[in-house]
C-alpha cells in the first residue's frame, strides 16, 4: 500500500482536480517509472522549466506553489498520498508554470512522460482519468491568474493584445494594471523598466519581454517552433478550428506528414464558446476550449505538427507542390492544402467603438472576459446560438444581463434549447427587433443606446460591458484571389466551382476546403470536423490520381 489515507494538512479537493489513484493504478504507472525517497524541501521541479516529470505522491506531502522563494509566494495546494502533480502543460510540452516542493519527507513515483504517453495509450481509461484532471486544473489556474504577469495600462492596444492571445491559447495570466494597481510602479521599477516600455510580461518569475510580439511570447511559453519544418510534407492544414483539428488528426493518424497553422490560437472560433451542447457524444456539453485541447493532444499524438502563431500571408504553386507564405517566417511546402482558416468575428458600425474594445467590449465569452465584468450589468448583442451561449455563461457571473437581437423571435437563429433556458432565467432581458446605436461612457462603458427598430424609440440601458456576437466574414484575404470565392467571400469547392473537381476541392487543383470557411456550410462544429475528416479522404484520391 502507498498509504490512501488523507493528510489533515491536505488542500480539500473541491473540483475533482485531486483524485486518489487507486493501487491498481499506481502499480501501472510503476511500469514506466522509479520510486525514489524525498526529503522535506527537495524541489521535484520548478517554475519556468521547460517540462517536468510526471508525479504520484506515494508518502509525505508535496506543495504545489506559484513564484517559489519569492517575497510573494503563493500557496496553490498541498497534497498527500495518492495523489499526482502536474497540469495540462505536461503533456503539450508548455513551460511549467508552478513549482512543486515537499513538505513532508517520503516517497514519489517519477515516470517520465514519453512513458507516461506510453502507457495511457496502452490503459485509455487511466488515461482518459488523468487527461481529465489535467484539463480541470488548467481550468483553475486560469480563473486563479496563475502564470505569466502582464504589466500594463488595460487602455493600452498591446496590452489588449497580448491579453487576448493568452485567452485564446488558454494560458493562465493575470493583469497588472498599472492604472489601478498600486505595485505596478514598485514592480516596473524592481524590474528596471520603464512606464514607456510597458507593456511587460514576466514569464517564468524572472524572464521579462518587453511588449513582446505575439510569436515571441509564443516560443517562450512552448507553443511555437524555433523553425518551421523543412521539406515538403503531404498536407498542410490552414488554421486550427475544428475542421483543421479534424483534418490533422486525420491526416496524421492515416500516414500523412501533416503540419498545421493558424494565426491565433488552436481551436478556432469553437475555443470561446463557454459550452457546447449539441455535439455528438456528449450529451452534458463540452467547452469549446476542452475540446480543442483534447483535439490538439490527439493530433500530436499522432505526429502532426502544429505552430501557433503562425499567419498564412500567401498562397502560390510552384514545382509541383503548394507554398505557403507565413508572416515573419519562412514559407512551408506540401504537395496538398486544406484551407479551414475559418471566420473573424464582425464588428458593429458605432461611434467610438473601437475606444472600448478590449476593455469593455468584447466578442468571446470565455473566464477571462467573465472575471473582467463580474458583478456589473452587461449587454449581449447577438440572436444566434453564440449569443445565447454567452447569455448562460455569463448569468453565472453578472447580475443583469441584456440581450438585444434584430430577429423578431429569438428562436429564428438560436436552437430552442437555448432559447428555452433563456426565457427561465430571471437575470436575462431580451430586446427583439432592436439594435445598439450609441455607446456611452469616457475610457469605459458606462451604458448603451438601444432603438426600437418597431417603433423606433430609444432608450439607455446600464452596461459596464457589452459582448458582440453578429455572425463573421471569412478569412480568405490571405488567398489573394488564388482560388475561386463566392458573393461573401466564403470559398466554392466542388461542382460550384464551375470545373471537374472532387467535392471539397477548390478551384485550384489539390487545395481543399473544410468548416466555416467554406461555402455553403451550415456552420457547426460537426459539419466543421466531418469536413475535415473527408478533405483528408479526398486528400488521399488527389495524391493516388496524381501518382498514377
Known amino acids: 500500500m502507498t498509504g490512501s489515507t488523507a493528510s489533515r494538512t491536505e488542500t480539500p479537493d473541491l473540483y475533482g ?33 521547460d517540462s517536468c516529470d510526471f508525479f504520484v505522491i506515494l508518502e509525505g506531502l508535496v506543495a504545489v506553489v506559484e513564484d517559489y522563494g519569492e517575497d510573494d509566494e503563493q500557496p496553490i495546494g498541498i497534497h498527500g498520498p495518492g495523489r499526482f502533480l502536474g497540469e495540462l502543460g505536461l503533456l503539450t510540452g508548455q513551460a511549467v508554470l508552478l513549482t512543486a516542493v515537499v513538505r513532508q519527507s517520503g516517497a514519489v513515483l517519477d515516470v517520465p512522460v514519453p512513458r507516461l504517453q506510453e502507457i495511457v495509450v496502452q ?222 468575428y464582425r464588428r458593429l458600425d458605432l461611434p467610438r467603438l473601437a475606444d472600448f474594445e478590449g476593455v469593455s467590449i468584447y466578442y468571446a465569452a470565455t473566464l477571462m472576459e467573465a472575471q473582467q465584468c463580474h458583478g456589473d450589468p452587461i449587454v449581449i448583442v447577438g440572436g444566434g446560438n453564440s449569443a445565447g451561449q454567452a447569455a448562460m455563461f455569463l448569468s453565472r457571473h453578472v447580475p443583469q444581463i ?71 466574414r471569412p478569412h480568405t484575404q490571405w488567398l489573394g484571389g488564388r482560388v475561386a470565392l463566392d458573393d461573401h467571400g466564403f470559398v466554392l469547392t466542388g461542382p460550384a466551382t464551375g470545373e471537374q473537381r472532387l467535392l471539397l476541392e477548390t478551384s485550384e487543383s489539390g487545395v481543399f476546403a473544410a468548416g466555416d470557411v467554406r461555402s455553403g456550410t451550415p456552420k457547426r462544429v460537426a459539419t466543421a470536423v466531418g469536413d475535415g475528416a473527408l478533405a483528408v479522404r479526398l486528400a488521399h484520391e488527389f495524391l493516388a490520381q496524381h501518382r498514377a
Open 17 to 49: 482536480a485531486y483524485p486518489r489513484l487507486t493501487d491498481a493504478q499506481i502499480a501501472r504507472l510503476e511500469e514506466g517509472g522509479v520510486r525514489r525517497r524525498v526529503e522535506a524541501g527537495d524541489v521535484l521541479y520548478r517554475q519556468g522549466d
Open 402 to 472: 441584456t440581450l438585444v437581437a434584430t430577429e423578431e423571435r429569438l428562436d429564428e437563429h438560436m436552437s430552442r434549447y437555448l432559447v428555452d433556458r433563456i426565457s427561465r432565467a430571471d437575470t436575462i432581458e431580451v430586446l427583439l427587433h432592436a439594435e445598439v446605436e450609441g455607446l456611452l461612457g469616457e475610457r469605459t462603458l458606462d451604458a448603451v443606446v438601444i432603438r426600437d427598430n418597431r417603433t423606433g424609440e430609444r432608450h439607455t440601458v446600464a452596461a459596464r460591458a457589452m459582448f458582440i456576437f453578429i455572425g463573421a
Open 123 to 344: 490503459d485509455p481509461t487511466l488515461g482518459d482519468e488523468i487527461l481529465r484532471v489535467l484539463l480541470i486544473r488548467r481550468s483553475i489556474l486560469i480563473g486563479l491568474g496563475s502564470g505569466l504577469r502582464l504589466v500594463g495600462s488595460r487602455f493600452s492596444p498591446d496590452t489588449r493584445r497580448l491579453r487576448e492571445f493568452a485567452a485564446r491559447n488558454r494560458i493562465p495570466h493575470r493583469l497588472i494594471d498599472v492604472e489601478e494597481d498600486e505595485s505596478a510602479e514598485m514592480l516596473l521599477r524592481r524590474l528596471g523598466v520603464a512606464p514607456q516600455e510597458t507593456p511587460v510580461v514576466i514569464v517564468r518569475g524572472e524572464k521579462v519581454l518587453r511588449n513582446p510580439s505575439n510569436a515571441e511570447l509564443a516560443e517562450v511559453l512552448g507553443l511555437r517552433r524555433s523553425s518551421l519544418p523543412n521539406g515538403v510534407a503531404d498536407l498542410i492544414v490552414v488554421g486550427a478550428g475544428p475542421a483543421g483539428l479534424a483534418a490533422a488528426v486525420y491526416g496524421a493518424s492515416e500516414g500523412l506528414k501533416t503540419i498545421v497553422i493558424d494565426g491565433v490560437a488552436t481551436g478556432g472560433q469553437a475555443a470561446t464558446s463557454s459550452r457546447i451542447e449539441n455535439y455528438l457524444g456528449f450529451p452534458s456539453g463540452i467547452s469549446g476550449a476542452e475540446l480543442a485541447e483534447r483535439a490538439v493532444l490527439q493530433a500530436e499524438k499522432f505526429g502532426a505538427e502544429l505552430t501557433v502563431p503562425a499567419e498564412a500571408e500567401h498562397i502560390e504553386h510552384s514545382a509541383g507542390c503548394h507554398e505557403i507564405g507565413i508572416a515573419d517566417a519562412d514559407t512551408v511546402r506540401a504537395r496538398v492544402v486544406v484551407i479551414a482558416s475559418g471566420v473573424r
